[in-house]
């Protein structure tokens, strides 16, 4: 191992960190890799002083922007009191304290909080307890859960298989049985004879749950996850009524509605979860990231008090869990970090500045590569297309020049962190953090114009 001081952390990194979803032969056959070392507001900085307005708030994290020396001080605070205790039968006063924090906020009787480390252990948990939960109440064949095209959910085998991006499952095949894929709701490409009406729209996808759950047999059929605003893809939000038809069909079935917010909650919409902004109450919500502002890890699985109803008799347990689920570090961030929330208000910051962050991406349409602008609150994404009037997409040999060869490479260049993504249609995914304001929408704005246009001109 070689350490001289001389090396960077760049060069470093090459010998022994294995990256997540990281193409490692770019960077070893010479590519630089970016090291950053600090963070301050809606920025980071590398190891060589360059300068990054981070546009995805570091993978949809640092809601309350980097630097907050409060979250690093709540952390060593609660590190130097007790550090670590498990919350297997034993319990400590900072996830008492935020289990009752996040219930307050908590849409409908979404009461029970049963905290993980990370999003995906907060999906798999909610599978998890939607086929004991039936078990438990006399529907033991329920276990199934439906899911939507493109939809990521994380990477335990559990979430994989209800993540709906072929390329990511195909490698770790077989997965866990019983994940069934419906459509989204990507109205850009809605079909030909609903391209102009967005509420028939959403009728239609909600409606081919009800179709699947009838496929599959109600009596298999345990919950519906879905994002109110979905990810991958690109920024799909929900036509008005759909959220509304999908809970009426998930009563009518009696399958449990689970809202992923692992991205949408702590703001991202501008609300504490998404499912607010829309109305309608899911039976679980699971969240991460915004969590803490992603300053400690921690996650969530947020359960109905229906669903914890059987588990308050006898020797009835949810046989499940994590050694970090709730740890007291995070949950003092996160605590924290609610603080900063409330006394900044930022979700009514994220609601009274949407509109000028939208007016900003939409003056980007002008460009011939600019498809579609679609998202909510400060969640956007930016669609690219070969030809406008038509919609044409590029193949994935176009896809993989423009995205991986130039797009993501000359807004990281131009100072700007943002997500080039073709897990769907090509999209570039914008989410700054929630203190972001005019000063940043510009910034932002005036970088993505020049690449996109200088993106057409080599594809
Ligand atoms: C909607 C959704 N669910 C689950 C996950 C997985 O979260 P984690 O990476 O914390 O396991 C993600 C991660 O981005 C996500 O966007």
Known sequence: MNTTPERSYGDRAKDHLWMHFTRHSSYLEGEALPVIVKGDGCYFWDEHGKRYLDGISSLFNVQVGHGRTELAEAAAKQASELAFFPIWGLAHPRAIELAERVAAIAPGDLNRIFFTASGGEAVESAWKLAKQFYKLTGKPTKHKVISRDVAYHGTPQGALSLTGISAAKIPFEPLVPGSIRVPNTNFYRAPEHLRDDLYAFGQYAANRIAEAIEFEGPDSVAAVILEPVQNSGGCFTPPPGYLERVREIC?????LLIADETITSFG??????????????????????????????????IASERLFEPFKHGTNTFLHGFTWGGHPVSSAVALANLDIFEREGLNKQVQDNQDLFLKHLNQLRDLPIVGDVRGAGYFYGIELVKDKATRETFNAEESERLLRGFVSKAMFANGLYCRSDDRGDPVVQVAPPLIASAAQFEEMTQILRSVLTEAWSII
């Open 268 to 301: 991202r919409v501008g609300e504490y979860f998404a499912m607010e902004r829309y109305g309608v109450v899911p039976d679980i919500i699971t969240c991460a990231k915004g969590l803490t502002s992603g300053y400690s890890p921690l996650g969530a699985m």
């Open 251 to 255: 009563d009518e079935y009696d399958v």
